[in-house]
């Protein structure tokens, strides 16, 4: 990246022009666009990934632990507590198979762009060596499957089962859990893992019912109509005309499979997503095999170091997450203020100024620091950032009024950055058609066409990539109420916001752990983030087992206090948030979030060595035992 000369930039310019995009996105109606998918809706969720569909009878059983989702965090729970000596465990999910959301999200093209090397959790225990940095939903699936059989998972599982209600029965100190099988089943102890992206968002086009073609979203992707496989070919789109609506991380991913197999695709943009480059590389076997024991935390801790903003001696990822904060960090060392400078993009919005300075002052002398205006140093070196993801769309994309539509005028962090090698150049091809929306996004759907701005796009088959449900009621997107003492339910208790203790517990609800990134060491490798957790909950299953005791819930003080920490330590992210163009990381442009609501201030790492502190303790403290 060039070096910053501020002198070319005008910043009011820049501002201005940002600020405009993001105007005419927003909307009063915010989270309100979108329609819940239920009701008329509610085929949108069927599954179709399964072979055959289970056919038991209820069954009635008592279990020390039941975990709510079979999902990476559901499997960790499980392990970690089997860890424990805690074998009476039941794991309640609603798709065919473990997984979570690789299970439903296995579009052509799914990947991850967290490096694989820490996002697969237990590689060391399984000895598993993903094939490549970049891993897909194929292998990932895969690795579902390779930790299931090494703990003996399949056989603690009750599939295509979904929890209907959730009840604390005090008299027997057990949750009451209620499933679509008519299961009864009781439990000592319930692990919330439903995970924070699951309950797929329609937008409410107007005449969605009414289109007579072929339709689905992104998460429940129809192979039986496309053909072909994860990894594309799908030959079932040969003689169809395909619309995709939506540009984010999902569509970035299946869009080019998509334009590979379809005799016409038409791309419905509303905000153009940044794209930068992947660079995916084989693995070397030996290299990962031969690292030492306790590589693989502290390859994680390393990566979440970074990414908090605090130097490493190594950045052991070394990828398009980690340049920008490695630039940072090797600024900060050489006390260079202009290299420095060059980083501070990457902080936008990840981190405040406050806190940003607070953590520069360490390394650079008071002299400096009064001379770095910080705010503006990171607004331009995010606009040396932008602009580089924009001259790269120029050269990839053939097509002048394309590639104009197709660049990103936002900072960096207002949406989900994407990384891809293909999806730019998929416009290239004389089958595919952005239609972009100027932000205003489709107009209505008809028996056969999608429609904008008055043309018709005839279609056979429209793909929802539009998202999943942030932000709304906790009950609505896991699917079931949670009533804990005296019926108290979890969507009251949250009404006016996040309360809990280390994010787990929550005062009300004795004996039941909530996973989440909510008021709890928010990591952008989430599934580290599941480990840190589930250590948690078998340590304190275990813990209570060992005194002979039976419940144990957060106090009021430990939960209020918790909660005020979450506020002291809050990034004041407010006027960042909302210079931004709308999406589910500011609420659609709405700010009512409250700071409650948001992860642990320090960062993930300084959270899990929180967790680890009290752990080592063995007090219990914050937490009513009997
Ligand atoms: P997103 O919410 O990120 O994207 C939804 C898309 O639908 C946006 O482009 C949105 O436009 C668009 N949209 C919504 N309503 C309309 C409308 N009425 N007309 C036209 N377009 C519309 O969902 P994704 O499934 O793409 O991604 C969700 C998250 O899942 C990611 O942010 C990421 O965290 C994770 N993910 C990670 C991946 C990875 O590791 N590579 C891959 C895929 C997903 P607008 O922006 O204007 O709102």
Avoid at 324 to 336: E, N
């Amino acid at each position: 990246m060039p070096a910053a000369d501020t002198s070319q930039i005008d910043l009011s310019a820049v501002r201005a022009k940002y600020r405009a995009e993001r105007d005419k996105r927003l909307r009063v109606d915010g989270n309100e666009q979108y329609e819940e998918v239920a009701g008329d809706f509610a085929y949108f969720v069927d599954d179709p990934y399964i072979d055959e569909v289970v056919q038991r009878g209820p069954e009635t059983r008592d279990v020390d632990v039941v975990i709510i989702g079979g999902g990476f965090g559901g499997m960790l729970a499980a392990v970690r507590l089997q860890e424990q000596g805690i074998d009476d465990v039941l794991i309640i999910e609603k798709g065919g198979d473990f997984g979570g959301t690789w299970y439903w999200n296995r579009y052509p093209g799914a990947s991850c762009d967290i490096e694989s090397y820490i996002y697969f959790p237990l590689l060391e225990e399984t000895g598993f060596v993903p094939q490549q940095k970049y891993t897909n939903a194929g292998e990932t699936l895969d690795y579902c499957r390779t930790i299931a059989e090494t703990y003996g998972l399949a056989d603690k599982a009750l599939f295509q089962t979904e929890v209907t209600a959730n009840e604390w029965v005090e008299e027997s100190c057990r949750w009451r859990v209620a499933t679509s099988m008519g299961d009864e089943l009781a439990a000592r102890y319930v692990v919330h893992a439903n995970g924070p992206l699951n309950r797929p968002k329609l937008p409410a086009i107007d005449g969605i019912l009414d289109f007579k073609g072929h339709t689905f979203h992104t998460s429940r992707w129809d192979y039986g109509y496309t053909g072909g496989t994860t990894a594309g070919g799908l030959n079932g789109l040969a003689d169809k005309k395909v619309a995709i609506i939506g540009t984010g991380a999902t569509a970035i991913q299946c869009v080019p499979h998509v334009a590979a197999s379809a005799e016409q695709l038409y791309v419905f943009q509303r905000t153009p997503s940044s794209v930068e480059v992947r660079n995916n590389a084989d693995t070397d076997a030996d290299w990962l095999l031969a690292q030492d024991e306790g590589w693989h935390d502290e390859r994680r801790r390393n990566f979440e170091t970074l990414l908090a903003g605090k130097p490493v001696k190594r950045d052991l990822v070394a990828d398009g997450w980690t340049d920008a904060f490695k630039l940072l960090v090797g600024g900060l060392r050489d006390k260079a203020p202009s290299r420095a400078r060059l980083a501070l993009w990457a902080m936008g919005g990840l981190v405040s100024p406050k806190l940003y300075k607070s953590g520069l002052k360490k390394y650079l002398t008071g002299k400096a620091m009064a001379f770095m205006n910080i705010a503006e140093e990171m607004e331009i070196a995010d606009y040396y950032k932008m602009q580089g993801i924009r001259d790269r769309v120029d050269r990839v994309v053939e097509d002048r009024a394309t590639a104009e539509a197709l660049k990103p005028y936002y900072r960096l962090f207002c949406k989900r950055p994407c990384f891809h090698d293909d999806y730019l150049a998929s416009f290239n091809r004389p089958n595919v058609q952005l239609v972009d929306t100027d932000g205003r996004g489709v107009s209505r759907i008809t028996e056969n066409a999608v429609m904008f701005d008055g043309s018709a796009y005839e279609v056979d088959c429209i793909i929802f990539a539009t998202g999943f449900e942030v932000g709304t009621d906790y009950a609505r997107r896991a699917g079931y109420q949670i009533n804990g003492v005296d019926g108290l339910a979890i969507s009251n208790k949250w009404a006016d916001g996040m309360a809990s203790y280390h994010g787990l517990h929550v005062h009300g609800f004795p004996n039941a752990f909530f996973f989440g990134p909510g008021q709890a060491g928010f990591s952008a490798n989430f599934t580290y983030a599941l480990d840190e957790q589930s250590r948690h909950v078998a340590y304190i299953v275990a813990a209570l087992k060992q005194r002979g005791k039976k419940r144990s819930e957060a106090t009021a003080k430990a939960e209020a206090d918790w909660v005020a920490e979450i506020v002291r330590k809050a990034r004041d992210a407010e006027a960042f948030q909302e210079a931004c163009t709308p999406g589910y990381y500011n609420n659609e442009g709405q700010l009512t979030r409250r700071r409650q609501d948001q992860a642990y201030g320090d960062g993930p790492v300084a959270f899990f060595d929180r967790l680890a502190a009290w752990r080592a303790e063995d007090r219990l403290d914050g937490l009513v035992i009997t």
